[in-house]
């Protein structure tokens, strides 16, 4: 949650402070660039205690914003719009007076050659870091795509050029961002990028083979078996809980192929079946011998109950009907 400094007025933004670390158990962004503001809203009870991230120390406050994020051990902002070299002078001058926790910010901006600039100088903050090991500009970086909104344009226009602008900077390797709109179709692309922009594209998302309990099973509960790309797995999974069905639950390794790409290709076979049944040791928790598989793996079946001597049950086609054809077959056995 950030708190800005916007009305001028220092005791309304100490109070906001006040409240807003009452109200919440978040992180805490104090926007201010007045030392003496600064001071009034961390002295508030409990505020410093929660060490919420000073911004920002600049070149004209460095020294008492510098000073305050040291005696008060919070983490504060060096901020340098559009000048790289000011940013790590910056951030080497508050390293030098004991601050230990700094976020770099060289700048946000919306439109035309300053996006283009803003772009660049974050690129060259983290090459210069990693590249050429330079540890002056080596700390997370902050952005704020917030400044949309000091146009005063339509609101939906306004989160819509947030959110462009918050990818962009995500992209560029930004740490934190700072956003304005609450709006979900405005946020959500943001968290999608977020957790899928260290994926490689050309290679499916899986997550790790194995068992799963799902709910409480028993010796009784029947044992369902599906292929670890990470989208069939979790919705499965999702639908079981959903329909709260106690089970247990195999992934097997097929590359991060979903089932019908794995069957086709061969990945999803009768060998790798009975070798996931008995590296999960799946036979010393039940005492029945029945394996329910995927709709899209029936072609197998025959294979499948010569290779694992377990009796196979072909399940549905879409992990929602899960229920409904437990209720018919389950019951029965």
Not at 56 to 70: F, Q, R, V
Not at 81 to 93: R, V
Not at 145 to 152: D, I, K, R, T
Request: charged share 20%; with cysteine.
């Amino acid at each position: 949650v950030a708190v800005r400094y916007a009305s001028g007025v220092p005791e309304k933004f100490v109070h906001a402070v006040s409240v807003a670390s009452k109200s919440t158990s978040l992180p805490l962004i104090l926007c201010c660039f007045e030392a003496e503001v600064m001071r009034s809203a961390l002295e508030q009870k409990g505020v410093h205690d929660v060490k919420p991230l000073l911004y920002a120390a600049t070149k004209d406050n460095w020294k008492d914003m510098g000073y305050l994020a040291k005696q008060y051990s919070c983490p504060i902002v060096a901020y340098a719009p559009s000048d790289i070299q000011g940013l790590k002078s910056l951030a080497a001058t508050l390293k030098a007076i004991g601050v230990q926790e700094i976020v770099l910010d060289p700048g946000t901006f919306a439109n035309g050659k300053q996006l283009m600039d803003m772009i660049s100088n974050l690129t060259m903050l983290r090459r210069s870091a990693i590249q050429k090991g330079d540890k002056d500009v080596g700390y997370p970086i902050v952005g704020v795509p917030a400044v949309v909104w000091m146009a005063g344009e339509d609101p939906t226009a306004t989160s819509f050029k947030e959110s462009v602008l918050a990818a962009s900077l995500v992209m560029r390797y930004a740490d934190l961002i700072i956003m304005h709109t609450m709006e979900p179709w405005a946020l959500l692309p943001i968290v999608t990028l977020r957790q899928n922009i260290y994926t490689d594209p050309v290679k499916p998302v899986a997550v790790e083979a194995g068992l799963r309990a799902v709910g409480n099973p028993d010796e009784t509960s029947p044992v369902l078996i599906t292929t670890n790309f990470a989208l069939t797995y979790f919705t499965v999974l999702n639908d079981l809980e959903t329909a709260g069905i106690t089970c247990h639950l195999i992934g097997v390794d097929t590359g991060g192929l979903a089932v019908e790409c794995s069957v086709a290709g061969g990945q999803f076979n009768a060998a790798l079946v009975r070798d996931a049944l008995a590296s999960t040791k799946i036979e010393e928790k039940v005492k029945h011998r029945k394996l329910i598989v995927p709709g899209m793996t029936a072609r197998l079946r025959g294979d499948l109950e010569d290779t694992t001597k377990w009796e196979i049950l072909v399940g549905p086609k879409d992990s929602s009907q899960i229920k409904d054809f437990l209720k018919k077959v389950w019951v029965s056995n």
